[in-house]
């Protein structure tokens, strides 16, 4: 019944900028704590950002401060992250999720939009 849809990614040049979508069904966003995480090639998963249900309060991954930045439309029941200045080292196949309550373990995961960053 819960379904993340991710949204947004494609290819684009170092300094450039790109906002993701991930659009909620079954759930809804505001009594839940979302995040974004991101997977390149060979590499673990790195949590990116998220935004509490609580005051809407935010963290970022520290290569990701200063130029990334989430945020959420409860009407549209949809979680944005909004990314600047760009890296190629930005490139990743990146994920919603969500915990499925008002806080705890993320249970619930999109199926990843991927972001290419070139030099």
């Known amino acids: 019944q819960v379904q993340l849809v991710e949204s947004g990614g494609g290819l684009v040049q170092a300094g450039d900028s790109l906002r993701l979508s991930c659009a909620a069904s079954?759930?809804?966003?505001?009594?839940?704590?979302m995040a974004w995480f991101r997977q390149a090639p060979g590499k673990e998963r790195e949590f990116v950002a998220s935004?509490?249900?609580?005051?809407?309060?935010?963290r970022f991954g520290d290569s990701m401060k200063g130029r990334f930045f989430i945020s959420r439309d409860s009407a549209k029941n949809t979680v944005f992250l909004q990314m600047n200045s760009l890296k190629p080292e930005d490139t990743a196949v990146y994920y919603c999720?969500?915990?499925?309550?008002?806080?705890?373990?993320?249970?619930?995961w999109g199926q990843g939009t991927q972001v290419t960053v070139s030099s």
């Open positions: 999720a969500a915990t499925g309550s008002y806080g705890g373990q993320y249970k619930y």
């Open positions: 079954g759930l809804t966003v505001s009594s839940n704590t």
């Open positions: 935004i509490g249900w609580l005051g809407g309060s935010t």
